[in-house]
T-cell receptor, first 115, second 109 residues
Framework: NAGVMQNPRHLVRRRGQEARLRCSPMKGHSHVYWYRQLPEEGLKFMVYLQKENIIDESGMPKERFSAEFPKEGPSILRIQQVVRGDSAAYFC?????????????FGNGTRLTVT | KNEVEQSPQNLTAQEGEFITINCSYSVGISALHWLQQHPGGGIVSLFMLSSGKKKHGRLIATINIQEKHSSLHITASHPRDSAVYICAVPQGGSEKLVFGKGTKLTVNP
């Protein structure tokens, strides 16, 4: 029973390029959360999705960032025109029901470096 | 808005010592999460609790809802327990988790 799978583990992009981060939740989980951890800072909520729906994106920057969780396939966090300040670790977590009442299962994260 | 405070920020212990990490939050919650982040960066969920006490192996988590306080205890600590321990609570009635800054634990042999 595979856990939450994130790829790539490490991603290097030049300023202005696009970054696409993928997250496959645990089997049977339909709730996906994305978090960002800036260097030397704590984790911050970005977005909460259920299959085909964005439920809460209040933690996501208004521009350049988008997320989706299609009916088939992994959840994608997309960052357009990356800047140095986007360098961070991005974690995905999944749960079988709402996170308030359900343990979260985390992926190993994607470490994005913008040069 | 829920604020989460953890203490201590850093903790160094000798192998075998009993460890306590504290977490306080400002707004009533339905459940509190304790997470462990290893030096490699991966995050593991240790506990989710809404009342009382939970135990898993050498780890014990307690919560006092009235005092808005939780503690994570590690008995007979071991160098492999070295990690950052993070407390998290929901923001209001939403799905957003608010995280503490973490407690960096180093257990020396």
């Amino acid at each position: 029973n595979a856990g939450v799978m994130q790829n790539p583990r490490h991603l290097v992009r030049r300023r202005g390029q696009e970054a696409r981060l993928r997250c496959s939740p645990m089997k049977g989980h339909s709730h996906v959360y994305w978090y960002r951890q800036l260097p030397e800072e704590g984790l911050k909520f970005m977005v909460y999705l259920q299959k085909e729906n964005i439920i809460d994106e209040s933690g996501m920057p208004k521009e350049r960032f988008s997320a989706e969780f299609p009916k088939e396939g992994p959840s994608i966090l997309r960052i357009q025109q990356v800047v140095r300040g986007d360098s961070a670790a991005y974690f995905c977590a999944s749960s079988s029901r709402t996170g308030r009442d359900s343990p979260l299962h985390f992926g190993n994260g994607t470490r994005l470096t913008v040069t | 808005k829920n604020e989460v405070e953890q203490s201590p920020q850093n903790l160094t212990a000798q192998e075998g010592e009993f460890i306590t990490i504290n977490c306080s939050y400002s707004v009533g919650i339905s459940a509190l999460h304790w997470l462990q982040q290893h030096p490699g960066g991966g995050i593991v969920s240790l506990f989710m609790l809404s009342s009382g006490k939970k135990k898993h192996g050498r780890l014990i988590a307690t919560i006092n809802i009235q005092e808005k306080h939780s503690s994570l205890h590690i008995t007979a600590s071991h160098p492999r327990d070295s990690a950052v321990y993070i407390c998290a609570v929901p923001q209001g009635g939403s799905e957003k988790l608010v995280f503490g800054k973490g407690t960096k634990l180093t257990v020396n042999p």
